[in-house]
Antibody
Framework: QVQLQESGPGLVKPSETLSLTCTVS????????WTWIRQSPGKGLEWIGY???????TYNPSLRSRITISVDTSINQFSLKMTSVTAADSAVYYC??????????????????WGPGSLVTVSS | DIQLTQSPSSLSASVGDRVTITCRSS??????LNWYQQKPGKAPKLLIY???SLQTGVPSRFSGSGSGTDFTLTISSLQPEDFAAYYC??????????FGQGTKLDMK
């Protein structure tokens, strides 16, 4: 059974860089896609971006200029960096597995496993 | 972006009730629609994928239906552990994936 766990600072100063890591157990990062999602009271659930084992990434266009997602398959971790943060970036950040379920017709992407979440507050 | 609008935003119900939550998409997303349950302080949990397929381990009182722009999540007989928030999410396009604003289900 796959398990994910976020780690990183809970407090980041405005204009600085937010860095989070997700450690995955029970599955290999060479399978599926691995994603970051955040949740704030003001904006609800917001998808940030995902990475595939090849290192290819897809980002939310609204955040693309400020984010980088990377993967280290040797230690089964993937990471998020977000630059120039403001108070609006305060949220619970989740890492999740983006797994397709496939029928004979198509494949349907889902977030089928999640970490417990990491609260990040942006404040001086 | 594809907008997903859930209704109602909040709902009060009793144990044993049949509950229906609606999710409307701003464009045709075929059946690329998932439903999640979230309890306070916890991560969302996948309930339904591809509009109507029940995720492994999810009780059969949960069901989903719909296609195109209109979708529903139904709980046939509400149990105490079902009081939570529910979110729909579209996977028709990953640029970007989007979620509904959520429906909070609480006890009457």
């Amino acid at each position: 059974q796959v398990q994910l766990q976020e780690s990183g600072p809970g407090l980041v100063k405005p204009s600085e860089t937010l860095s989070l890591t997700c450690t995955v157990s029970g599955d290999s990062l060479n399978t599926y896609y691995w994603t970051w999602i955040r949740q704030s009271p003001g904006k609800g659930l917001e998808w940030i971006g995902y990475i595939h084992d090849s290192g290819s990434t897809t980002y939310n266009p609204s955040l693309r200029s400020r984010i980088t997602i990377s993967v280290d398959t040797s230690i089964n971790q993937f990471s998020l960096k977000m630059t120039s943060v403001t108070a609006a970036d305060s949220a619970v950040y989740y890492c999740a597995r983006d797994r397709p379920y496939c029928s004979s017709i198509s494949c349907y992407r889902t977030f089928d496993s999640w970490g417990p979440g990491s609260l990040v507050t942006v404040s001086s | 972006d594809i907008q997903l609008t859930q209704s109602p935003s909040s709902l009060s119900a009793s144990v044993g009730d049949r509950v229906t939550i609606t999710c409307r998409s701003s464009q045709n997303i075929k059946i690329y629609l998932n439903w999640y349950q979230q309890k306070p302080g916890k991560a969302p949990k996948l309930l339904i994928y591809a509009a109507s397929s029940l995720q492994t381990g999810v009780p059969s009182r949960f069901s989903g239906s719909g296609s195109g722009t209109d979708f529903t999540l139904t709980i046939s007989s509400l149990q105490p552990e079902d009081f939570a928030a529910y979110y729909c999410q579209q996977s028709y396009t990953t640029l970007p994936y989007t979620f509904g604003q959520g429906t909070k289900l609480d006890m009457k």
